[in-house]
């Protein structure tokens, strides 16, 4: 069974930075995607940025240029460096897997940035 785990969530001023950070755990195909995701209350999660298993990224328009998103497949670990983070940042941080088909979410981790 795989399980994912954040952590480094908390709570920052508008221009500071958070690493969170997500550990697999599990039968984990070599192949597979990871993703970072967040759900601000009364919206629709939403995807913030991936990266696949040879280290193509994607993120949102929303984060480009303030969020970095990093794997280390041997850990089975994923982190998302987030800096310049804005009062809209604030959110529940998701960690997603995606592997032979089959979708994994961790239990999410809360980002809340003050102005």
């Known amino acids: 069974q795989v399980q994912l785990v954040e952590s480094g969530g908390g709570l920052v001023q508008a221009g500071g930075s958070l690493r969170l950070s997500c550990a697999a755990s599990?039968?984990?195909?070599?192949?597979?995607?990871m993703g970072w995701y967040r759900q601000a209350p009364g919206k629709q999660r939403e995807l913030v940025a991936s990266i696949g298993t040879g280290g193509s990224t994607n993120y949102a328009d929303s984060v480009k240029g303030r969020f970095t998103i990093s794997r280390d497949g041997a850990k089975k670990t994923m982190d998302l460096q987030m800096n310049s983070l804005k009062p809209e940042d604030t959110a529940v941080y998701y960690c997603?897997?995606?592997?032979?088909?089959?979708?994994?979410w961790g239990q999410g981790t809360q980002v809340t940035v003050s102005p």
């Open positions: 599990g039968s984990i195909f070599s192949i597979n995607t």
């Open positions: 997603k897997l995606i592997t032979l088909g089959r979708v994994y």
